[in-house]
């Protein structure tokens, strides 16, 4: 049968042809898809609603650690403790012939050696994290562990950089009166640093300097986005809803980590419950920061204001450390 047939005006006209399946016009529509070959070049041709996507995560939780990279870091952390108390340890007792309680009192109380230890601890923790974040996997060091602008702008409503900083001395000070308010409270270690007008600058010093920079960096820029990311994902695991699973990884991330920094800091207050309960609580607001703005420099404000606080009132209240309270 030909295509054409004259209709009554001796003109011709087109058969109508049948009716195209569904399928067969949007295959017609999208380039065909080869069966074989690259995924890259799959995914270029094919439909974009071929491949549906899981919600993205959050861009400050973007990480290229994990657990098994947590638990070297542990380990690291634990070991080169070791390895520098016995420096000390063999630097004192073979080249300065100091005698066993000699050794003693100057690992517990001795304040450029405690300062000192805590500051080469500090470098070495850097240092792991730099060499097995940057050196062998090559990413930006400071970006990849949050260190990012604070977005200032008006709209979004993170706030400026000065802003956190003063919130850090208000939060300084708030902690200084509910402290003020715990009765019966035996000495507490870190006090043994005010023994003299060296060790109170050096501690300060240290707490102002080197303590923000190294803290933020390890707890809101190494530790917090790899919980907020492992809770995330067990909550999607167990079938939440992905914005649900989001608020609940950030808020297991920020009570974590911030719970993580007050113990972290237990031994300097003689494992005072009451007093390690108020530094975690100022650890969730550093890392609620963090997460509220998604960069570590929030956090790192909160705090360099909070340590800049102590060490000013501290300052003040003992005329440049010149006037130190007895300690009992």
């Not at 995560?57 to 990279?69: G, R, Y």
């Not at 994902?233 to 950030?250: C, N």
């Not at 102590?310 to 007895?326: K, N």
């Amino acid at each position: 049968m030909s295509l054409f047939d004259e209709n009554p005006n001796g003109q011709p006209e087109q058969e109508p042809s049948a009716p195209q399946p569904a399928n067969e016009q949007s295959a017609a529509a999208v380039p065909s898809i080869p069966l074989t070959g690259d995924p890259i070049s799959y995914a270029a041709m094919a439909p974009a609603h071929a491949f549906p996507t899981a919600p993205a995560l959050p861009e400050d939780l973007c990480i290229s650690w994990s657990w098994a990279h947590f638990l070297v870091f542990i380990l690291f952390g634990v070991a080169s403790q070791f390895a520098i108390a016995i420096v000390i340890l063999g630097y004192f007792s073979t080249l300065q012939h100091v005698t066993a309680a000699q050794l003693q009192s100057l690992v517990t109380s001795n304040p450029k050696v405690i300062v000192g230890t805590n500051v080469l601890w500090f470098a070495m923790i850097m240092l792991f994290l730099y060499v097995t974040l940057s050196v062998l996997r090559g990413l930006p060091f400071w970006r990849s562990l949050g260190w990012t602008k604070l977005n200032s702008d008006p709209i979004a409503g993170k706030g400026k950089p000065w802003m956190y900083f003063l919130s850090g001395c208000g939060l300084a000070i708030f902690v200084a009166v509910a402290s003020s308010q715990i009765k019966n409270t035996e000495h507490l270690p870190i006090q043994d640093l005010f023994q003299s007008r060296t060790g109170a600058l050096l501690l300060m010093a240290m707490a102002v300097f080197i303590a923000p920079l190294v803290e933020e960096t390890v707890f809101r820029g190494y530790l917090y986005p790899l919980f907020a990311g492992k809770f995330l994902a067990l909550a999607k695991a167990l079938g939440v809803a992905p914005s649900s699973a989001i608020r609940f990884g950030t808020a297991a991330g920020i009570v974590l980590t911030g719970t993580l920094f007050g113990l972290l800091h237990g031994t300097q207050l003689g494992w005072n419950w009451r007093f390690v309960a108020l530094l975690t609580l100022a650890g969730v607001i550093f890392t609620f920061a963090r997460a509220w703005t998604g960069t570590v420099l929030a956090s790192f404000m909160l705090h360099l204001g909070y340590n800049s606080m102590i060490a000013a009132t501290s300052i003040i209240a003992t005329r440049g450390f010149t006037h130190l309270p007895p300690v009992h």
